[in-house]
């Protein structure tokens, strides 16, 4: 299973990008800058999750508009 997603630094989920399942190899997913309302985001730091069965990376990302 494949998770990902991108929050706030105080934790408020911005919107899921991907939860499901992929066939063993090479993927990718991109985020638009907007919330899952469909509404842009603001300028700020946000955090971001992928997580692959057990294995979690946690990012941080600066969004400019």
């Not at 494949?2 to 992929?22: H, I, K, M, P, Q």
């Not at 990718?28 to 069965?53: D, F, P």
Request: proline letters at 2%.
């Amino acid at each position: 299973m494949y998770r990902s997603g991108f929050s706030t630094c105080a934790g408020e989920l911005v919107n899921n990008l991907v939860d499901r399942s992929y066939e063993p190899g090479s993927s990718s997913t991109t985020w638009n800058g907007k919330h899952e309302a469909g509404r842009n985001v603001a300028s700020g730091i946000y955090t971001y999750k992928m997580r692959v069965g057990h294995e979690q990376l946690v990012r941080r990302l600066g969004l400019l508009r």
